[in-house]
């Protein structure tokens, strides 16, 4: 059974980082694709980012372009954890951040709560 776990998040001033981390169990990260999806309150889940594998074991990463420049996702295939390197918050940011594989697999969620 895929159980995805995050944790990371907290509250920062504006221009902060933090860096989430998505605990995978119950598939192999190293041959699968892995996303964040955040929500903020009273809007849709939206894309952030996701890593994907291909078969000459290059992973891409894509960003949505609200977060472009300013997030990195990168993945410890070992310690099975992805990670979502977050620099140049922005009140904006402000959401539950979620962990992602597929259709169907989802963790349940940090928040990260940006300041002004």
């Known amino acids: 059974q895929v159980q995805l776990v995050e944790s990371g998040g907290g509250t920062v001033q504006a221009g902060g980082s933090l860096r989430l981390s998505c605990a995978a169990s119950g598939l192999t990260l190293r041959t699968s694709d892995i996303g964040w999806y955040r929500q903020a309150p009273g809007k849709e889940r939206e894309f952030v980012a996701r890593s994907s594998w291909s078969r000459s074991s290059i992973y891409y990463a894509d960003y949505a372009d609200s977060v472009k420049g300013r997030f990195t996702i990168l993945r410890d295939n070992a310690r099975s954890t992805v990670y979502l390197q977050m620099n140049s918050l922005k009140p904006e940011d402000t959401a539950i951040y979620y962990c992602?594989?597929?259709?169907?697999?989802w963790g349940t969620g940090t928040l990260v709560t940006v300041s002004s």
């Open positions: 992602n594989v597929g259709p169907n697999y």
